[in-house]
């Protein structure tokens, strides 16, 4: 059974936090947080909304921004680091709000590469034919889970959410997926609240970001440039072929040091660092719908998505973009 991302929605909280609020609560600066990260932006969810907030909100956008129903879905994938509960999974909660009658629900743990996660589930459980219409969210409120005294970690991270669906078709549009994951490196970038250790070294176990940022960033712009690689010759194509790249938009020199990696231009580099930050899960969904909604994404060009983060951890897959947005 072959299959297509159809829709797509998303949503980031009210509250606005520029940089120079940082500027008040720790030695910092706006033009050191540009100049190293990009981001300019990024929004707050207030103390009474949670990620399954953020969901509905995210298909309620993707309703209204696309001709579809979600009466029908069958499967509800969330991928987060942040749910409101260790359970109910969010996925559930959400199936509950949105009254969608028969859905397996499940949330995924991939932090910043769960998104793509959920698309390769998604496009597994329609081609062995379990299911035909997939509903996938990335979404988090890392505002929750962030150390306000780490000036190395919280400018970075914002809350927000996208919402696709994935669904049977006639024809493919799903391509062929990289998934990796160098485990012997989980302790460069955690959210723990247990007396324990990772790969045998201490952790803070305050429920609390932490991560060591220089080796994050290496690790990150390694991979991507030799997974990305990886994954066009998987799919037979030449990165001349590639319309978009969408990798995680974590920070802005990782993106922009991907692409003289992989001599790919970069204004076919689509991102949401600058205006949401590093918002984890949601941030290739966002960076895709903002892409549409601007008119540079069309029907039928064709799109690398890449995850990676804690794990740490790395997905990848090569789609054709069938979502066109209404008005
Ligand atoms: N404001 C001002 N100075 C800061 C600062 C801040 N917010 N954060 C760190 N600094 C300082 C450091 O203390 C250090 O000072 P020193 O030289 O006096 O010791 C200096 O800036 C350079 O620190 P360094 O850690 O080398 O900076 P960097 O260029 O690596 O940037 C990150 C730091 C965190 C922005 C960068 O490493 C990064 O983005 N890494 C990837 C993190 C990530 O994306 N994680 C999620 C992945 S999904």
Not at 40 to 62: G, H, M
Request: a neutral charge; aromatic letters at 8%.
């Amino acid at each position: 059974m072959n299959a297509a991302i159809t829709s797509i929605g998303i949503y980031a909280p009210e509250k606005r936090i520029d940089n120079s609020y940082f500027e008040k609560i720790i030695e910092t600066n706006d033009e050191w947080i540009r100049q190293r990260t990009g981001i300019q932006n990024r929004y707050y969810a207030r103390a009474d909304e949670f990620t399954s907030d953020l969901c509905v909100k995210a298909i309620e956008n993707l309703l209204e921004s696309n001709h579809t129903d979600i009466s029908d879905v069958d499967f509800i994938i969330v991928a987060t680091s942040t749910p409101d509960h260790t359970m109910p999974s969010v996925a559930s909660q959400v199936q509950a709000r949105m009254n969608i009658k028969k859905a397996g629900c499940m949330d995924v743990s991939a932090a910043c590469a769960g998104f793509v996660y959920g698309i390769i589930l998604a496009k597994g459980l329609i081609a062995s034919g379990a299911n035909k219409k997939v509903l996938v969210i990335g979404a988090e409120t890392l505002s929750k889970v962030m150390n306000f005294e780490d000036r190395t970690s919280c400018i970075l991270f914002g809350d927000g959410a996208g919402a696709v669906i994935v669904e049977a078709s006639e024809t493919n549009y799903i391509f062929r997926s990289i998934t990796e994951t160098d485990g012997g490196l989980g302790q460069n970038l955690y959210l723990s609240n247990q007396p324990a250790t990772i790969n045998g070294e201490a952790i803070i176990n305050d429920n609390k970001i932490h991560q060591n940022g220089r080796a994050v960033f290496k690790w990150a712009v390694s991979t991507l440039v030799e997974k990305i690689k990886n994954l066009v010759d998987l799919n037979q194509k030449t990165l001349k072929g590639i319309d978009w790249l969408i990798p995680h938009s974590a920070n802005l020199r990782i993106l922009e040091a991907v692409c003289e990696g992989l001599n790919f231009p970069k204004e076919q580099c689509l991102e949401s660092v600058k205006l949401y930050g590093n918002t984890s899960a949601a941030s290739i969904p966002i960076a895709w719908y903002n892409g549409l909604r601007s008119g540079k994404v069309r029907i039928d060009d064709t799109i690398i998505l890449a995850g990676f983060g804690g794990g740490l951890t790395f997905s990848s897959i090569c789609v054709q973009n069938r979502i066109s947005l209404r008005g």
